[in-house]
């Protein structure tokens, strides 16, 4: 149960108030805007364009292997790297110096990636940028737990989430415009997430750290320390298989919505370049409603659950469409619905994930809410190579990716119903 400081701002002097939690917020939605934009526009868009250009019979393939080694990579990174800031003790504090100093790395290994002109150069370089920006992600998501009160991170997640939904849309829309240009798409991205974490770390001054008692560093403790027990923790478990199977279904679809344009749909190169772009215009206009609403009324109500749950389930009625109308019909309809529940799933998922962490006294929220990120990033590694064996099965039949789609994310619905300490 939570103590008075936890619940009472005005009694945790980290909790911020007024105009700077205001600024605060706004803050973290531009980063997250940008940071998701970022990776929606170059993992759907510009990297599966190149790896088009490089090897068209083996594209599928290619992107698989890309996203698998680059999952991998990423689900290792993010919780070592949320435990390291949770020790980190500086003037800037604790998540400050990751935020900048990742996204610098992570820009400059992502400019790199638009002058290669093979695959596993590219690929080197992409996980740069990956491990960089994977670094810098649980630093950013962590300071909702250490800077708003519980009762109010409702609030804070549907707006931050709004941001996020609204960046793998515009992401996506500007890599489509922008597929032709390949240098200027992915410097504008490279240099607008530096440039707005850099901001971010000055606008936003977080409490000194280097006051706190330093932490000893012991390996055996250290590892043992990423193995959270389902006995005893069984709401994080059930919220990390919640997150698990969600983006299982998600990021199946998601990874190869360019293909699927082409080959299932029908469409040329730059129809669906341009397609793809439309689409996410669509999406963005239906979740930026759908997570501002929905964070507004999971803190008047108090209520997380329900909404994580509709969510889940109005995804899985998205991923239906395309199987029932396999025209642009059904993938207009998609991208109207997959908003609105994507929107609403997104922007109370934080808040969620914030509220089932195990309490300590050790200050180890960064390290378990990173956990909980590689319960995004291993469908990362899996979903693209279960997606690559279904279609090498079902003779490059991209129905089998729906439909296991639409499996895993009415399963992430039933897998939130246990969870009993949030509401």
Known sequence: MASAADTNPAQNPSYVLGPQRTKLQLSLMVNFFLLMALYSGVLGV???????????????????????ITSIFSTLTTPIAGALSDRTRSRWGRRSPWIAIASLIGSA????????TGFWSLMVLWVMAAIAYNAMQPAMTTLIADRFAPETRGAVSGIVGAGMT?????????????????????GLFAGAIAASCLAFVAINREPPSDHLPRRPMHWGEFLRGFWISPRAHPDFAWAFASRFFIYMGYQAVAAYLLYILRDYIGLAKDASNIAIANMAIVTLICLVASSLLSGWLSDKYQARKPFVILGSLIMGCAMVAPLAVPTMQGMWAYAAIIGVGYGMFMSIDMALMTQVLPKSALGDEGKDLGILTTAVNIPQI?????AAVLLNLFANDYRAIFWAAVIFVFGSALCVLPIRGVR
């Open 109 to 116: 290994a992502l400019f790199g990636v638009s002058w290669m």
């Open 166 to 186: 609204a960046g793998l849309t515009a992401g996506t829309v500007v890599a489509g415009y922008l597929a032709g240009e390949r240098v200027l798409a992915y």
């Open 382 to 386: 899996i979903s693209p190579v279960m």
């Open 46 to 68: 510009l990297l599966p364009n190149q790896i088009a250009e490089f090897d068209e019979a083996s594209k599928a393939a290619n992107l698989a292997w890309m996203f698998a």
